[in-house]
C-alpha cells in the first residue's frame, strides 16, 4: 500500500495482544491498542511510542455494542481508514470447568467474549475493511478448540476447560462462516494458534513467550493477496479442525 497501514489489535495493553501490537507497529503501521482499563491502555500505548510505534488508545469492550460502535468511530475520525483487524481480547473464564460441576455463567462469559465479541467486533469494523486495499482479519484462537486434536490419543490439548476450549472451537466456526460469506471480496480471515505462552490467562505458566506467540498473527496479518482464507494456522502451519 502506499498508505500507512492501519490496524485495530483488540486485548492490546499486554501479553500476546501487546506484542502483536509492536510487531505490527514495527513494521511502519499505525496500531489503535484496543483495551477496556484506560490506565493500562494508555500505559500500553506510551510503552509502545517510546519503542518508536505510531500507537493510538481505542476505549474497547468487545462484550458492549455502543463500545464497539464507538471504537469504529474513533478509528475512521483518527486514522480514517482501516485495514487490518486482530481479534486477540479472550477470557478463560473462572475455574473449575468440568462439564458435569461448572456454573453455567462461566460458559456464558466465555462465549460473551470470546465469540460474540469477535462477531461484534468484526461487524462494527467490516465498512471500514471493506474500503482497504488489502484488508485481513486475524481471529486469536488456540489449538485446544480442535476437534481433531481433542480425539487424538496422546495429543497435548491441555486440561478440560468446558468453557474456554468450546468456546475457541465455537470461533472457529465462526470464522470459517465469514471466510464462506466474504469468499467473493478481497478480506482474508484466518484464526491463529498462538501456542501455550506465559501470560496472565494462564497464570504465567506457559513455555512460550508473549513475543513468540504473537508471530502467527503478525503472519497472518501481513498475508499476500492470493494467501489462504478461512484456515487455522499455529507456527508449524495448518491445525487441524
Sequence with gaps: MSEQTIALVT???KGIGYEIA???????????VGARNEERREA?????????VDAFGVPLDVTDDASAAAAARLIEDRAGRLDVLVNNAGITGSAPQ????????????????????????TNAMLPML???????????????????????PGAATGPIAVA?????????????QYAEELGDTNI????????????????FRGVRTPEQGAAIAIRLATLPDDGPTGCFFDDAGEVPW
Excluded: H
Design 11 to 13: 486485548g492490546a495493553n
Design 22 to 32: 509492536a510487531g505490527l507497529g514495527a513494521l511502519g503501521w499505525r496500531v489503535g
Design 44 to 52: 500500553a500505548v506510551a510503552k509502545l511510542r517510546a519503542a518508536g
Design 98 to 121: 468440568m462439564p458435569t460441576t461448572v456454573d453455567v455463567a462461566t460458559v456464558r462469559a466465555a462465549v460473551e467474549t470470546n465469540v460474540i465479541g469477535v462477531i461484534r467486533v
Design 130 to 152: 471493506r474500503r482497504s486495499v488489502s484488508p485481513r482479519i486475524v481471529n486469536m484462537s488456540s489449538s485446544v478448540g480442535s476437534l481433531t486434536l481433542q480425539t487424538t
Design 164 to 176: 474456554y476450549a468450546p468456546s475457541k472451537t465455537f470461533l472457529n466456526a465462526v470464522t470459517v
Design 188 to 203: 482474508l480471515i484466518n484464526a491463529a494458534c498462538p501456542g501455550f505462552c506465559a501470560t496472565d490467562l494462564n497464570g
